[in-house]
């Protein structure tokens, strides 16, 4: 689909990987969980709802905002 894009990122805290965080995209209902070194991939594109969703840590949403930069040659 037209301005999806995959992210690829890892869940920090303190500098630790934070592993098994529930991540959400709100907006097309998609669910992944981060692995043991808290890194996921996910489908979104811009104005998604991204939600992160822990056990041990306060819930986040983060909307997704994308740029995309075309050059020109």
């Not at 303190?14 to 991939?41: H, Q, R």
Request: glycine share 4%; aromatic share 10%; net charge positive.
């Amino acid at each position: 689909m037209r301005g999806q894009v995959g992210l690829y990122w890892r869940i920090v805290f303190n500098n630790y990987a934070i592993p098994k965080v529930k991540v959400i995209n709100a907006s097309t209902k998609t669910l992944v969980v981060s692995d043991a070194n808290g890194e996921f991939s996910i489908i979104a594109k811009t104005n998604d709802m991204i939600v992160f969703v822990s056990k041990e840590y306060q819930i986040k949403k983060q909307q997704l905002t994308v740029n995309y930069s075309q050059s020109k040659n």
